[in-house]
């Protein structure tokens, strides 16, 4: 029987139509506890690549005969030649298509919906990673925030829908993923904002983004004005679009909040961030609809693939946003914190200037999950 490629594009799709599917990941066991492709009703079995050299007989009734089985691995050619090995004792499978880091680089663009006077606002989701990044558009007009460093995906996404970039931002200096946002910036003419106390190291010229400025998309005049919120980082900032959404970047996420820790002031930020969520976004219409810059687990995407939530709906059923004792709330976000993500002061030295990691080694940093969140 032959095999074939499936792509992360495909994977993704089967992620949002909550298909059943079956995964053989082929990686070391560390590797798949730590980082694996997930969906809802997909089942997994993890066997290294090594315990496989002699033959897969001893694994084939592990795996189901009423699914699509997909065999994955870091790069690929592992899981290809695991997935011959199986075509040869009559299984029909696939493997994925530039493995594990194509999984981790693929975009995926999906509506939120419109905007008052024209326009719309979409999100990439990031669905390997858990970043989410944003844009709007309104009369050839394109604001962009959070990106990524797979920059093309923009670019590209923005001509479809005939619009011209021309603001990007990001919330924070990340520390998670490389931004795209200064390069895609000197591509198309865009401003490039970033918060000036986050950028106190920078090795290069932006736009100071400060609370409360205001600036519009396209002849409509979309208005996206800035809220300071710091606690993830000094300099976060908020940003209220068209007076329905809330982009709350690694502040407020829907089923947890931000972690003050990535650049090492865990204790001094803990106030921040605590005033940021209870007091700044407690002065917030509740029919905001949130849209933050990572989720966590699958379990966060609705139906249609988006990320997002009612702010009044998140003050009623997030536990990091109804926390009466601030004794209570800086042990949340001070103890017991999910390990750092991967290569996090490579990625602000990167983020700031600093350094210049090829797109290999780029590639490298990113892998793993995202970890922006207290739990």
């Known amino acids: 029987m032959t095999i074939r490629a499936m ?5 993704t799709k089967k992620v949002f139509n909550k298909e059943a599917f079956f995964i053989l990941d082929v990686r070391n066991e560390g590797d798949f506890k730590d980082w694996k492709i997930e969906g809802e009703n997909f089942d997994y079995l993890n066997i290294p690549y090594f315990d496989l050299l002699d033959g897969v007989e001893e694994i084939l009734d592990q795996l189901p ?40 680089e693929h975009l995926e663009p999906v509506k939120v919906g419109d905007l008052k006077n024209g326009g719309e606002m979409y999100q990439f989701v990031r669905i390997g990673k858990g970043c989410l990044s944003y ?36 919330t924070h200096l990340h520390a998670d993923h490389i931004s795209g946002g200064r390069k895609i910036a000197e591509q198309t003419g865009a401003a490039y904002w970033l918060p000036p106390k986050d950028a106190t190291e920078v090795k290069f010229s932006y ?25 993830h980082t000094i300099g976060s900032t908020s940003f209220v679009v068209d007076e329905a959404y809330l982009l709350s970047g690694d502040i407020l996420f ?26 700044r976004y407690k002065e917030l219409s509740d029919e905001l609809l949130v849209l933050p810059a990572h989720f966590m687990i699958i379990d966060e995407l609705n139906d249609d693939g988006t990320v997002s939530e009612k702010l009044g709906t998140l003050f009623a059923k997030n536990h990091g946003l109804n926390i009466e004792s601030e004794k209570e709330f800086r042990k949340l976000v001070t103890e017991n914190l999910p390990p750092q993500p991967n290569a ?5 030295e990167t983020n700031m200037g600093k350094i210049s990691p090829d797109e290999e080694q780029q590639r490298e940093m990113e892998i793993g999950p995202n970890r922006c969140a207290v739990r």
């Open 7 to 11: 792509t992360s594009k495909e994977v």
């Open 65 to 104: 005969t009423d699914k699509e089985i997909l065999v994955v691995c870091a790069k690929e050619g592992s899981s290809v030649m695991i997935a011959e090995m199986l075509s040869e004792a009559g299984k029909d499978v696939a493997y994925l298509q530039g493995g594990m880091k194509a999984w981790s």
């Open 135 to 170: 844009m709007v558009v309104s009369e050839g007009e394109a604001a962009l925030f959070d990106a990524v460093r797979m920059t093309d995906v923009y670019t590209e996404f923005a001509e479809s829908v005939g619009a011209k970039i021309t603001q990007v931002f990001d």
């Open 207 to 231: 736009e100071p983004l400060e609370d409360g400025v205001e600036v519009t998309v396209g002849n409509t005049t979309i208005a996206i004005q800035a809220l300071y919120s710091p606690g």
């Open 254 to 279: 829907i089923d947890s909040i931000g972690r003050p820790d990535l650049a090492g002031m865990a204790e001094d930020w803990v106030a921040d961030l605590r005033e940021t969520l209870y007091k």
């Open 344 to 348: 996090y002061q490579e990625i602000r």
